[in-house]
């Protein structure tokens, strides 16, 4: 997520990693510093983002906390609370970004608790570059999360599933995949001009007792909207 962001961005970076090769990577690409250590980052850049492990909070907050650098957590599962009392008087912000703002195409969950101060402010401002911000309770988060920030891996996995299903039916693999790309892109953008009226797309497919109603009835009987639950469901299980 840290490389996604930096690439939204597309502008010089101030970068620390275990694995040195991984900062090196990204500031090749981007441009700035690979720095030795975290403290190096937080003493150059104006605003920190923290893209460790959530078990390293108190370790990283240790490092770096003597700069006084405002660092913005997009660590999941870790409250805003939480990130406060680790960095002390240190400015702390928390945001939920997902994986297409590496495009511009993003969206990013930024709890109210953030507050409307002049930090606060400009750094809704920055995310906002890089996709949309939504602002909601952080009560709500971990649920939004499920569906931005995890959701991508899910629906690269249903792009597979229809992939493979167009496959072993006779279409090449490369045709397959540009079918349901294609399909999902103009789709999405169809739902997004009706304002997310689903129904009114999928009565305009589906003619009574048609091959849509037919596939839709299959997607039903294997239990479609239960495996989105219980995926929802498993993200929340791991935040408790």
Known sequence: ????????????????????????????????EACATNLDVANAADVVILCH?????????????SSGTPVVSILGSVELATVRAAYGST???????????ELGEGVLCWPTANGNDDVATGLKALFARVGQVIELDEAL????????SNAPAF???????MVDSGVRNGLPPALASSLALQTLTGTASLLQARGGDTLSVR?????????????LAALERAGLRSAFDDAVEAVLRGAL
């Open 203 to 215: 009565r305009q497919v589906t003619s009574p007792g048609g091959s849509t109603a037919r596939g």
């Open 91 to 101: 400015l702390a912000y928390r945001v939920l970004p997902n994986l297409p703002v």
């Open 155 to 161: 629906v690269a996995l249903v792009v597979e599933a």
């Open 53 to 65: 492990k959530p078990a390293q909070l108190d370790q990283v907050a240790d490092e770096i906390r």
């Open 1 to 32: 997520m840290a490389t996604a962001l930096a690439t939204g961005w597309g502008e010089p970076v101030w970068a620390s990693d275990p694995v040195r090769e991984r900062a090196q990577s990204l500031v090749d690409m981007l441009g700035g």
């Open 141 to 148: 988060i971990e649920t939004a999360m499920a569906l931005s």
